[in-house]
C-alpha cells in the first residue's frame, strides 16, 4: 500500500535535518517545520475524513513519524503526539470536535493526561483547576487533553476523565529544560478554575473499553482499535526512529574511519567487533519496528472487519512496544559505546540521538517491567486491569 503522505514528507526531511541542531539549542521545533508538515498532511493521517482528515491506516502513520524521528528526535516526537489527538478528539461527543474543527479542521491539539487536575461539577458541566507537565509541542497548539479527576462527595475523586480545554482557558509555563528532547517544548499547562461543559469531558474508563461517544458519527474502523494499542504505539515509534536515524549516521560516519590508538591503527570497518555491533544494532531497529507494525496492523485489520479484538492481542500490542522501546535503546548503546569519542560532541547526530532517544524511554508508557508483567498475567489466565490496554 503506498503512503502519499510519506512521500510528501520525504522532500521536506534534508530541511528538518537542517534544523535540528538549532531546535536542539533554541528547545523549540519552529513554525516553519509545523507548517510544511501540516501541508504535507501528517497532522490530519488519523483525523476523520467529516473533518477533512485521511482516516489513514495508523501503520502508515507511525511510517512516517519513523522517517521524521530518524532526522529529528524533537520533531519527530511532536509528529507523532500532536498527530495522534486528531484520534482523540474523535472519540469525543460531536459537540466537542465541532467546537475544534469546525472553522479550522487543521488546528492542533496538544496533551497531558496524568490526572491532575481536579473537576467539580456544576451545572452543565465542571470548574476545573491543576498544573499539568509534560505537555510535548503545546506552544504549537489551540486545544489541550487534559487528565484529571471528578471530586465526588466529601473532596474523593469520583471518576477519572480526560478533558478537552481552549488555549483561552489555560497559560503555558516555559519550564523545559532537558538534557533529551530539548526541542519538544514539553512546558507545563496552568488551568485556574476554567468552566469545561459535559460534552468536552470523556471518561477513562469508557475510552479503554472503545465506548467513544464520537463513534456514533465517526463509524469507521480507524475509531474502533484500543487507545492503549494507539497512544502507546505513539510513544515508542519516535524512539524507533530515534535509533534508525542514529544507525544511519554511524555507519555514514564509521566506514572510513581510520583509527588512532597506541594499539595501532586500522580501518574501523574492518574491524570484526565493530561489524558484530553493526549487525546487533540492525537486528534490534528491525525487529522493534516489524512486531510494532505487525501488532497495530493486526489490531486495525479486526477492526475493519468489524470483530472484537481480543485480550491476547492487546497485551501483546503492549508486550512488544515496550520491548521495542528496550530494543531501540539497546541498538543506540551499542552505536554509541563503539563510536568512540568523536561521538561526544555537542551536536553530533549519534549524541543527539541518543539522548533524545533516552528521554522518551522514560516516558510512562515505557514502564517495561508492568507492561511485561500484565502480559505474563494474561498468559497464565489472571486478570488484567489497565487503561493502557
Not at 57 to 70: G, H, L, M, Q, T
Not at 179 to 201: C, K, M, N, W, Y
Not at 202 to 217: K, S, T, Y
Not at 238 to 257: H, T
Request: proline share 5%.
Amino acid at each position: 500500500m503506498s503512503n502519499e503522505v510519506l512521500d510528501e514528507v520525504r522532500a521536506l526531511l534534508p530541511e528538518i535535518a537542517a534544523r535540528a541542531r538549532a531546535v536542539d539549542e533554541e528547545r523549540r521545533v519552529p513554525a516553519e517545520s509545523i507548517g510544511e508538515l501540516s501541508r504535507a498532511g501528517v497532522f490530519r493521517m488519523l483525523q476523520p475524513k467529516r473533518y477533512g482528515g485521511a482516516e489513514s491506516d495508523p501503520v502508515r502513520f507511525y511510517e512516517v513519524v519513523r522517517e521524521i524521528s530518524a532526522v529529528c528526535g524533537s520533531t519527530g516526537w511532536l509528529v507523532s503526539v500532536l498527530g495522534v489527538h486528531p484520534w482523540q478528539l474523535a472519540l469525543f461527543e460531536e459537540a466537542a470536535q465541532d467546537e475544534v474543527w469546525g472553522s479550522d479542521p487543521g488546528v492542533l491539539v496538544c496533551s497531558s493526561y496524568a490526572p491532575v487536575g481536579r473537576l467539580v461539577p456544576v451545572e452543565g458541566g465542571y470548574r476545573l483547576s491543576g498544573r499539568w507537565r509534560f505537555s510535548s509541542g503545546c506552544g504549537h497548539a489551540s486545544w489541550a487533553l487534559l487528565g484529571g479527576l471528578v471530586m465526588g462527595a466529601a473532596g474523593r475523586p469520583a471518576d477519572v476523565v480526560t478533558v478537552l480545554v481552549p488555549r483561552s482557558d489555560y497559560a503555558i509555563d516555559d519550564v523545559w529544560d532537558v538534557i533529551g528532547l530539548r526541542g519538544t517544548a514539553s512546558d507545563d499547562i496552568v488551568a485556574e478554575d476554567a468552566f469545561v461543559p459535559a460534552h468536552r469531558v470523556v471518561r477513562n474508563h469508557d475510552l479503554a473499553r472503545l465506548r467513544g461517544p464520537g463513534q456514533q458519527v465517526n463509524t469507521g474502523p480507524l475509531y474502533r482499535i484500543p487507545f492503549g494499542s494507539v497512544f502507546t504505539t505513539t510513544i515508542t515509534a519516535p524512539i524507533i526512529g530515534m535509533a534508525s536515524g542514529c544507525y544511519r549516521s554511524y555507519v555514514s560516519a564509521m566506514r572510513d574511519r581510520v583509527r588512532l590508538s597506541l594499539g595501532g591503527g586500522g580501518r574501523f570497518a574492518d574491524d570484526q567487533f565493530a561489524q558484530v555491533a553493526v549487525a546487533r544494532a540492525a537486528s534490534e531497529i528491525d525487529a522493534a519496528a516489524l512486531q510494532t507494525d505487525r501488532n497495530v496492523r493486526e489490531v486495525y485489520e479486526h477492526a475493519v472487519r468489524g470483530e472484537a479484538i481480543p485480550a491476547e492481542l492487546r497485551l501483546r500490542v503492549r508486550r512488544d512496544q515496550v520491548r521495542a522501546t528496550e530494543r531501540a535503546l539497546e541498538a543506540i548503546d551499542v552505536l554509541f559505546k563503539t563510536a568512540g569519542g568523536n561521538s561526544l560532541r555537542r551536536g553530533n547526530p549519534i549524541e543527539r540521538a541518543w539522548r533524545d532517544a533516552h528521554a522518551g524511554g522514560v516516558h510512562v508508557a515505557n514502564d517495561v517491567e508492568r507492561a511485561l508483567a500484565m502480559y505474563g498475567r494474561g498468559e497464565f489466565g489472571l486478570p488484567v486491569e489497565d487503561n493502557l490496554i
